[in-house]
């Protein structure tokens, strides 16, 4: 079975500081690692994600997430917090390429201060 | 192209009655997925449809119901409709591993 757990319900940072939004998964399989972000009145878009390989993985608007096995951790992370990075972020765990649902975290809300 | 597009975007529904979901995936997509979220939690997996197929059913009662037709659109049933089906729900298609979602369906159960 899969989970998905996210530490902090709520973070806020100043614009220019660094992102850094934590997320641990528990799985009996190797997993594949999503973030989303979603946007207020919105669906969610995919951020990034890990199937296999770099275990650091870049992906839009400046984000990157590094997968440590060790840790059972794929933490998400931006150098510098821009004003429209504010929303709801998503850490997602599936157990293989072809299973047939992803499990969610609880989300995290991001706050920029100006 | 288009995305995932669903209809419709919002909808009140009152207790006991009966709603339609749709949902349009990306040209291509042959894999449909719908997920519930409720305010302030995470999406939760109702269905996934392949190839017109069910492939996976979450953690919902009875009272909920998919298909998805020749084309790959989908639809998504919900009977006797309750207080606490209140959410937005989402569709998703992906091609390989990596939803790409809709902007969703809001529904309100008074």
């Known amino acids: 079975a899969q989970s998905v757990t996210q530490l902090g319900s709520h973070v806020s940072v100043s614009e220019g500081a660094l992102v850094l939004l934590r997320c641990n998964y528990s799985?009996?399989?190797?997993?594949?690692l999503f973030w989303y972000v979603q946007y207020p009145n919105q669906g969610l878009q995919l951020l990034l994600k890990?199937?296999?390989?770099?275990?650091l993985v870049k992906g839009i608007n400046g984000f990157e997430a590094e997968f440590k096995k060790s840790e059972t951790s794929f933490h998400l992370t931006k150098p510098s917090a821009h004003m429209s990075d504010a929303a709801e972020y998503f850490c997602?765990?599936?157990?293989?390429?072809?299973?047939?649902?992803?499990?969610f975290g609880s989300g995290t809300r991001l706050s920029i201060r100006p | 192209d288009a995305g995932v597009t669903q209809s419709p975007t919002h909808l009140i529904k009152t207790r006991g009655q009966h709603v339609t979901l749709r949902c349009s995936p990306i040209?291509?997509?042959?894999?449909v997925s719908w997920y519930q979220q409720v305010l302030g939690q995470g999406p939760q997996f109702i269905f996934q449809?392949?190839?017109?197929?069910?492939?996976g059913r979450g953690n919902f009662p009875d009272r909920f119901s998919a298909r998805q037709f020749p084309n790959y659109s989908s639809e998504l049933n919900v009977n006797a409709l309750l207080l606490g089906d209140s959410a937005l729900y989402l569709c998703?298609?992906?091609?390989?591993?990596?939803?790409?979602f809709g902007s969703g369906t809001r529904l309100t159960v008074v």
């Open positions: 998703a298609s992906s091609l390989e591993l990596g939803y790409t």
């Open positions: 799985s009996s399989v190797p997993p594949y």
């Open positions: 890990y199937t296999t390989g770099a275990t």
């Open positions: 997602a765990v599936s157990a293989s390429r072809s299973a047939s649902k992803i499990i």
């Open positions: 040209s291509g997509h042959k894999s």
């Open positions: 449809y392949y190839e017109k197929e069910e492939r």
